[in-house]
């Protein structure tokens, strides 16, 4: 599981024009299982996103089909973990193992 922040390196205005597209690659990847949960940082210097993937290089892979990346809006930072509890209801986030 990985945790991944993007930080706005750019203006709002340029983030916003890139938006639709950002929001077309979240969907596709929600559609895949890869990403579980996203949103805006407060205030809004960018966002967080919770993913699922096989390793950190299929994750690399799918983050740099992100516009903001592509286009150089945003830089990444990401953080893998186990997770080894959870609130009851998301018990489909712990390992198979």
């Known amino acids: 599981m990985f945790v991944i922040t993007l930080t706005y390196v750019a203006p709002l205005e340029d983030i916003d024009a890139l938006l639709p597209g950002h929001?077309?690659?979240l969907?596709?990847?929600?559609a895949t299982g890869t990403l579980l949960t996203s949103g805006r940082r407060v205030p809004r210097?960018?966002?967080v996103i919770?993913?699922?993937a096989t390793d950190r290089a299929a994750l690399d892979a799918v983050l740099a089909e992100d516009p903001f990346?592509?286009?150089g809006v945003a830089t990444y930072d990401v953080v893998e973990?186990?997770?080894t509890r959870t609130a009851p209801g998301l018990e489909g986030l712990l390992p198979a193992d």
Do not use: C, I
Not at 27 to 30: C, V
């Open 81 to 83: 973990f186990v997770p």
């Open 27 to 30: 969907d596709r990847h929600y």
């Open 50 to 52: 919770l993913a699922r």
């Open 45 to 47: 210097t960018g966002g």
């Open 69 to 71: 990346r592509r286009e």
């Open 23 to 25: 929001l077309e690659w």
